[in-house]
């Protein structure tokens, strides 16, 4: 059985990595992805606790977690999807000078 203390550090990595793509990434799909990897590093500290503890609240979570996330994918796609068909592009510094 592999430790907590090893899920706990993998899954500070794996949300690492998401606050690194999303804060140097300038493209919103990137964001999006690293926003993602952030919620997904987030959940597998979710199953691993649960897990750790005989606990099925951690599974339960996890269950309406990446159920409102497939949601907000979804949502944020056909966002995504409107600004690039409207503007051609989907870098962040655009979508910031829509405000001048």
């Known amino acids: ?7 706990f550090i993998l899954s500070v990595l794996i949300f690492s990595l998401g606050v690194f793509i999303f804060f140097i990434k ?3 799909f990137l964001m999006l992805i690293g926003l993602e ?10 199953i691993v606790s649960g897990n750790y503890w005989n606990d099925a609240n951690g599974q339960i979570i996890y269950i309406f977690i990446i159920t409102s996330s497939a949601a907000e994918v979804c ?8 600004f690039y068909k409207i503007n051609n592009t989907l ?8 405000k001048k």
């Open 37 to 46: 990897i952030m919620l997904n590093a987030c959940l597998l500290l979710f």
């Open 91 to 98: 870098n962040i510094n655009l979508l910031s000078e829509l």
């Open 75 to 82: 949502v944020s796609l056909s966002l995504l999807l409107k």
């Open 26 to 28: 300038n493209n919103l």
């Open 1 to 7: 059985m592999i430790s907590i203390f090893y899920c």
